[in-house]
């Protein structure tokens, strides 16, 4: 059946993980990943320049394979884990 996992931290590094988790929770934007005291802030819209694409080719060939299979009759998209391959 299922083990119980050992714990790998100590009680100070557990404290130290859950205080980060409420440091980012609280100051960092889930949408951007910056500050968001700077992101979220009115005079931040005045700031920005025109945002840069860089594109990820795996991420877009994942979701193109994605897109084909979804269309298949037969397709059951959910529970399926896409991992990418490379060519030899
Ligand atoms: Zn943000």
Known sequence: ???QPEVEW???EQEWMRARADW?????CPLCGYPKEYCQAPETEF???EPKRIRCHITTR???AQKAYA???TAKPEGLLWVPEFRQ
């Open 1 to 3: 059946m299922f083990t």
């Open 62 to 64: 994942l979701r193109d």
């Open 24 to 28: 980012r929770e609280n100051h960092i």
């Open 47 to 49: 700031e920005l320049a």
């Open 10 to 12: 100590d009680d100070t």
């Open 71 to 73: 269309s298949l009759p």
